[in-house]
T-cell receptor
């Protein structure tokens, strides 16, 4: 059974803080993704990675960066958190197209 | 990049009726089209998918159809039940780009 685990379920951070969201998968998948989910906007892709140290911008990369030093771990970084980054963040890994999601991190920036 | 549009955003049906959700995509190179179901407070999970070499696929009460010429695909749920109430997302992936792009979601409510 594929397991994708996000480090935190809920997170509250202050404006201007540097925030790290961690994601780990245990199925040796090459592809990993970070999405944010907002009501009425669906799942919007922030960044994805198809190999270690490789990254590609998604549709809304502004204000975010990522790191993939090991195949199983994909980190999302908010360099300087802002209130408009308050959202649900979902990590996923994929094999042959099928995506497996983490449980999500609800981030609130105050 | 790929753009996926999904309609309707909300859909209410009576229990036992059918529900249809439609999506269009922009990248003619896209070749894989999954559908995900997200129940309240839970993560999205794959319920059915279709690849570009197939026009229709069925799994019990759910089916997906694909029209590559028109670049649209649809999810059909028959004999709906209250447990079908959830948000449904369509998605598309281009083999070359590897990017999985989602539609904006449809909140389906099945009324008892």
């Amino acid at each position: 059974d594929v397991k994708v685990t996000q480090s935190s379920r809920y997170l509250v951070k202050r404006t201007g803080e540097k925030v790290f969201l961690e994601c780990v998968q245990d199925m040796d998948h090459e592809n990993m993704f970070w999405y944010r989910q907002d009501p009425g906007l669906g799942l919007r892709l922030i960044y994805f990675s198809y190999d270690v140290k490789m990254k590609e911008k998604g549709d809304i990369p502004e204000g975010y960066s990522v790191s993939r030093e090991k195949k199983e771990r994909f980190s999302l970084i908010l360099e300087s958190a802002s209130t408009n980054q308050t959202s649900m963040y979902l990590c996923a890994s994929s094999f042959l197209g099928e995506a497996f999601f983490g449980q999500g991190t609800r981030l609130t920036v105050v | 990049g790929e753009n996926v549009e999904q309609h309707p955003s909300t859909l209410s049906v009576q229990e036992g009726d059918s529900a249809v959700i439609k999506c269009t995509y922009s990248d003619s190179a896209s070749n894989y089209f999954p559908w995900y179901k997200q129940e309240l407070g839970k993560r999205p999970q794959l319920i059915i998918d279709i690849r570009s070499n197939v026009g229709e696929k069925k799994d019990q009460r759910i089916a997906v159809t694909l029209n590559k010429t028109a670049k649209h695909f649809s999810l059909h749920i028959t004999e709906t039940q209250p447990e079908d109430s959830a948000v449904y997302f369509c998605a598309a992936i281009s083999g070359s780009a590897r990017q999985l792009t989602f539609g904006s979601g449809t909140q389906l409510t099945v009324l008892p």
